[in-house]
Each structure stands twice: as structure tokens, then as C-alpha cells.
């Protein structure tokens, strides 16, 4: 089995990618599509890793680390189904029930044992945390939130991408 990891190349013709296999691809539209096409991560180009600011690496969290595209397509297989049932009606309610600051893990499970959905079976807080963000946009809610780490003096980095240590304020 031929490997398809796909890399950044630096050269003179710009912004260009090269392929475990040999070929060469100009432009980052034609390497997502040898990576799809050899059933890589579109995202991440089969390196299973995003760099989030130089020197900043993480897990791809479009096909969870694994550098596959059955995964990221199950992901947003998942999250579009996510979308459908977790509306933002139905966070609104949830958030109204509350009085006072909450976490987004509360307002996740009141949403995932409301529908009815197992643990995993959805990616619940990751919509929900969507949700929020919205409202705080709106201005109906004001989110806070205390970082894990501090890189440089002026980048703050949060280890829980659900940010689940994220308190929530109800105005």
C-alpha cells in the first residue's frame, strides 16, 4: 500500500505540497484532493496533526488524529446531524432554566439526556459550545473563561476543546 501523506513544500512557484508517493501538487485545493481521493484527511493532508500557530501542534480534529477520511467524513456526518437535532432553540431554553453561571458540560448533558442520546453517539458539546458562542455574539449571554496555559505574552492556550472548564454567565 502506496502512502499518501501530504507536506508543504517550499519553493519558487508559491504554495505548494509534495506526496509520500512522489507527486508533486501546486496549490492547497489540488493536495485536498489527492488526499480525498486516496482516502487521507482532507484537513490535515493524512498527517493526522494541525498546526494551530507555529510551533503549536495538536491532533487534527477533523478526522481525530487518525489522518483517514472515513473519520472526518463520520465527524461531519455527525456534527451535520448534530446540527439538525441541537437547535438553537433548544439551547436557549436550556440556558433560560438557568439561574446563574453554569458550565458548558451542563447545558451539553441537559441537551444530550433531553434527546435521549448515549454518550458519544453525537458530537453534543462541541454544537452546543457553537451555540453559546452565538448567543454571546447576540449579546444574550456573556461566556468566561480561564486559560490553561499562557504561551508568550500574548497567546493563551486551552487544552480541553470543548472547553468544558468554560464558565457561562446568563444575563
Known sequence: MTKHTI????GILGEAFACDC???????????LHAAENN??????????EEMAPGLVRDCTACAGTGRRREQLTWQLAYAEAEHLITMSVVRGIVARFDGPFHLSEIADTVRAGLGLSPGRLPV????????????????????SAPDEMVGS?????RDPQWQRARTLGL
Open 7 to 10: 507536506s508543504p513544500q517550499s
Open 22 to 32: 512522489g507527486v508533486v501538487l501546486g496549490g492547497r485545493m489540488v493536495a485536498e
Open 40 to 49: 487521507q484527511c482532507s484537513a490535515c493532508l493524512g498527517s493526522a496533526e
Open 125 to 144: 458539546g462541541p454544537r452546543v459550545r457553537d451555540l453559546l458562542l452565538q448567543l454571546q455574539a447576540a449579546g444574550e449571554i456573556t461566556m468566561l
Open 154 to 158: 500574548d497567546m493563551v492556550l486551552y
